[in-house]
């Protein structure tokens, strides 16, 4: 009987998300330059900048790209929602990313970047790599100001948060906090690196008032227990798609 009731359940759903709920599609991309370097960046983490600009275009066509926070407002209190929406992350805070925010800005496309404040220092660095890539410093973040652009947080350092304890979690989510939470642009969203987290972590993202960022592939009809995000790079037409970082 209940495997009934529950089929009946997920028809409903899913007729109301066809007809009455678009979904909100949340996309990440982490290093976007002219050319690709392997001494820099792993190729599933790289978009050409001729691609990028090429698939934001695309988005245009098809969404209305808001950013994160809209979208956040949107997925608690919209009931029906007939128009289409999309939004743009990019994580690791590369400083080659800086480059692609004039295009973004003639585009009017909001972005929000997620970084790591440990590297903010210019010198620290995370050995994924066979060279050090450069990343956003502090005297660059300083001079981010657009209101198109938002700062959220990747962990103090890049790694993997499902492997720390609650407190540990704790000490580097209040860190990335502290850090960031003058610069004019920062949003309290937290997206987890390689989109790995627990319920250990879920529940101190909570407690600390902050909006969890997944990397799970899938769209948003409603907020639940984070935002849900696709890949980008996923779309290129430059390298064969790639996983999540
Ligand atoms: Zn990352």
Known sequence: MSSIVNKIIKRVRKAYHSLLLSPI???????????????????EDWNSTLDFERTVKKLKKKYTIISLE??????????????????LTCDDGFKSTLA???????EGVPITLFINPKYLDGVSFRGNYTAHPEYINESDLKGIDS??????????????????????????????????????????F??????????????????LNIT??????????????????????????????????
Not at 192 to 206: D, E, F, I, N, R
Request: hydrophobic content about 40%.
């Open 100 to 106: 692609i925010l004039p295009f973004l800005a003639s």
């Open 212 to 245: 969890p960022v997944l990397c799970d592939g899938a769209s948003n009809y409603r907020y639940h227990n984070g935002i849900s995000r696709k890949c980008i790079e996923a779309s290129r037409t430059d390298l064969a798609p790639g996983g999540l970082v």
């Open 190 to 207: 937290f997206a987890y690196p390689w989109g790995k987290y627990s319920a250990a972590t879920q529940q101190v993202l909570m407690e």
């Open 70 to 87: 809209e979208a956040y407002q949107k997925l608690r209190k919209d009931l029906f929602r007939f128009k289409r929406y999309a939004v």
């Open 147 to 188: 209101p198109l652009v938002t700062i959220g947080m990747h962990g103090f350092e890049h790694i993997d948060c499902s492997e720390q304890s609650a407190a540990e979690f704790r000490d580097s989510a209040t860190a990335c906090i502290k850090t960031l939470e003058t610069h004019p642009r920062f949003v309290p």
């Open 25 to 43: 599609e949340v996309w990440v991309f982490h290093a976007v330059t002219p050319t690709f370097n392997p001494a820099f960046c792993l190729p």
